[in-house]
C-alpha cells in the first residue's frame, strides 16, 4: 500500500462515525443541563501560551509538541489541550467583562495533538470534550464538573469507573511541600532517571509523574502533599470531599497524583477505567482548579476549574462494557425501481419523498429486483416503494411495509401531495 494515515491518527469511518455522533449529541445534552455554552478556538496557538500555561518542564511541551515556525517565521503549535487555549480566548475577548454571565462556563469538542506512543487509547491525533469554569472559588464547582463528567459516562452505559481526587494546595501550601519534597529526594538523587534529575531543580513535583520504573519506586515513599496544605487549601479539600460524600459519590484519594499539566492547584481529579482494552488502569478524564492561569496569561486574577476526558478511551470503554448505545442505523424508505425506464421516476419520487421529510435512497445502478430488495433489508429500510414499467403506464408506486409484508398500490399524484400520510398509514 502506498499512502497510509500518519502513524497515531484515525480515519473515523461510516458505521463507526454514528457512535461519535451519538456520544457528542449525549455530552451536547448534559453540557445544556449545566448551562455550559459551546465555545471553539483555533487548532494551533502559539507556543507561547501552550508553553506558559501547560508548563516547560511537562512531557506534554518538553516532548509532545507538534509545533513548527510557519511561513511568516511565527512559533505555532498544534493545540494539544483544550484549556490554554480557552483561557487564551476568554482573556483575548475580556469574556470576563461586566456584560458576561458569573461564573463563565465554556466546553469544548474537538482534535487535539501530542506527540506520544500510540497505544489502544492513546493517539497522537485524539479527540477531548471537556468544560472550563471561570470565576467562583467555591468547591462546589469543582464538585459538579466532577459529577457532569460522571453522568456523562454513566448515560453511556459506563459504570466501572474510579473518581480519584487530590490536591495540590495553594503557593504556599506547594512551596512548603517543594521543600519537603527535595528533602526526601536529595539522598536519591544519583538514582533518579535523567529527566527528574532535570526536573529536580525547575519543578520537583513533576517527579512524582514520572513513568520511569526506578523513579515510581523512589516516589512510593514520598512525603505526601495533603500533610503540608495551608488552613485555606485544607477547609477548601475538605469542602470538596463531603461534597462528594453528600452525593453519595464513591471516590479514592491519591496523594500522589499531580497530573501531566503545571497549571493546577488545590482539587485535581481523574476519572479511571480498568477496562482490560486498555491493560493498565488509565485516566478516561481528569480536570481539576487553575487560579494563576489567566493571570498568568494577561487577564485579571479569575480562579478557573475544569476537566477534559478522551473521546477515543470514552469509545473504548463503552466497548469494554457491552456497548448498549441505541444508534438509529435504519432509513425509511428505499425506492426500488426495475428496468431503465424507471430512472427519472425514481429520481423524482426519492427528493419528493426526501422533502417530505423521510430518510430515502434509492437504485442508481439497474439492478434486478432481487438485488435491490437485498440493499433495501441491508439498509433496514421501513418501507419500498417500487416501480416497474407497469406502474408507470398507470402512474402509481407499490408501497410495502417491510416488516409486515403489508402492500398498497399508490397512486404518484398521492406522494407528491402527502407522503406523509402515505408512510402513517402502512407503517401503522
Ligand atoms: P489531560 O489529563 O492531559 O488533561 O487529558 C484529558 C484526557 O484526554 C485524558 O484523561 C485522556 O482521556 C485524553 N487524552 C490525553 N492524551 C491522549 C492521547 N494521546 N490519546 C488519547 N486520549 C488522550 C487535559 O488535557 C486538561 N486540559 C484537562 C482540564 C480541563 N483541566 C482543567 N480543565
Redesign the pocket.
Known sequence: MKYQRPRGTADILPGEVEKWQFVENTAREIFKKYQFKEIRTPMFEHYEVIARSVGDTTD?VSKEMYDFYDKGDRHITLRP???APVVRAFVENKLYGPEFPKPYKAYYIGP?F?Y?RPKA????Q?H?L?V?VFGGENPATDVEVMLLALDFYTSLGIKELKLVINSLGDKESRQKYRQGLIDYLTPHYDELSQDSKNRFEKNPLRILDSKDRQDKIIVANAPSILDFLSEKSQNHFDTVKALLDYSGVSFEIDHRMV???DYYNDTIF?IMSEAKVFGERV??????R?SGLVEEIGGPETPG??????F??TLLAIEAEGDTLPLEDSIDVYIVGLGEATNLDSFKLVQAIRHAGFSADRDYMNRGAKAQFKTANRLKAKVVVTIGTEEIEQQVARVKNMASSKEEIVPWTDIYQDFASIYQKITN
Open positions: 506534554i489541550e483544550g484549556t487535539m501530542r506520544e487509547g492513546r493517539l497522537r485524539f477531548q471537556g472550563e497530573r501531566g499539566l481523574e485516566a478516561l478524564g481528569g480536570g481539576g487553575y476549574v475544569g476537566f477534559g476526558l478522551g477515543e478511551r
